[in-house]
């Protein structure tokens, strides 16, 4: 299983970028993804989550309204949509899945949820 996440860069706050993970040795209908960040000096946390099973969206408070969380089945990717990004935002961001039966909703934020991670990509919000 490989998770491969791209779109990372440097970008004004206010402006946007989007994610892609593309996954490889598995069929992401069947997965729950994700994605989290690590900003320097911090601990890594969840920023979004789809269900596999009723595709459900979860966004942490501080990127709700901003971002969104997509996937396309057919092309085994899925996607964050970066908008009015904030300096704040900066950190790296990895992209994560989990098979759906052993996925807990009620825990979508906890890193401990999800088996397979990307590499991580960078992104740096700052003029």
């Known amino acids: 299983v490989q998770l491969q996440a791209s779109g990372g860069g440097l970008v004004q706050p206010g402006g946007s970028l989007r994610l892609s993970c593309a996954a490889s040795?598995?069929?992401?209908?069947?997965?729950?993804i994700g994605w989290f960040r690590q900003a320097p000096g911090k601990e890594r946390e969840g920023v979004s989550s789809?269900?596999?099973?009723?595709?459900?969206?979860y966004y942490a408070d501080s990127v709700k309204g901003r971002f969104t969380i997509s996937r396309d089945n057919a092309k085994n990717t899925f996607y964050l949509q970066m908008n009015s990004l904030k300096p704040e935002d900066t950190a790296v961001y990895y992209c994560?899945?989990?098979?759906?039966?052993?996925?807990?909703?009620?825990?979508?934020?906890?890193?401990?949820?999800?088996?397979?991670w990307g590499q991580g990509t960078l992104v740096t919000v700052s003029s």
């Open positions: 994560v899945a989990e098979a759906g039966y052993m996925w807990s909703a009620s825990r979508w934020y906890d890193a401990a949820e999800y088996d397979y």
């Open positions: 040795g598995l069929i992401l209908d069947y997965y729950s």
């Open positions: 789809i269900n596999s099973v009723d595709g459900s969206t």
